[in-house]
């Protein structure tokens, strides 16, 4: 044989390091590893919420309509076609939503958790003191 062959047990890549499919090794089963309750591929037994199956329908709730228009008015007023997340936090600052619950995602080490009380200020653009 003229060809190279993997290496027993390590998938063959592509340029960019890339799992090749033709390997057998599925994607899923490598994020299932760790679960962050973020995960949204659907597989065997996974069904989608009827929350994200009404939105990918486009039978929106009242919240994701409202979220939708305050978003779109953002980016009218400030002339923005992409928010920054930033921007986005403000956004869902200003609608009024804080963190008054624990988590329900595993970040793991990365992020600290918290909670705030419900009538806790936005605390978005807070204006610069007058300079005299």
């Known amino acids: 044989m003229t060809g190279k062959q993997p290496t027993e047990g390590i998938p063959p890549t592509g340029h960019s390091g890339v799992v090749d499919r033709r390997s057998g090794l599925d994607r899923r089963a490598l994020s299932e ?32 309509f409202l979220f939708l228009l305050a978003i779109d008015t953002f980016k009218r007023v400030n002339q923005k076609t992409f928010p920054s997340w930033t921007d986005v936090l403000e956004v869902i600052r200003k609608l009024g939503y804080r963190k008054t619950m624990p988590s329900e995602l595993n970040l793991g080490s990365r992020a600290k958790d918290w909670t ?16 005299e």
């Open 33 to 64: 590893a760790s679960p962050t309750n973020l995960e949204r591929r659907r597989g065997p037994g996974r069904r989608l919420t009827d929350f994200i199956r009404s939105a990918e329908e486009g039978e929106m709730s009242q919240e994701q």
């Open 116 to 131: 705030e009380k419900p009538d806790a200020p936005a605390g978005v653009h807070k204006l610069a003191p007058k300079e």
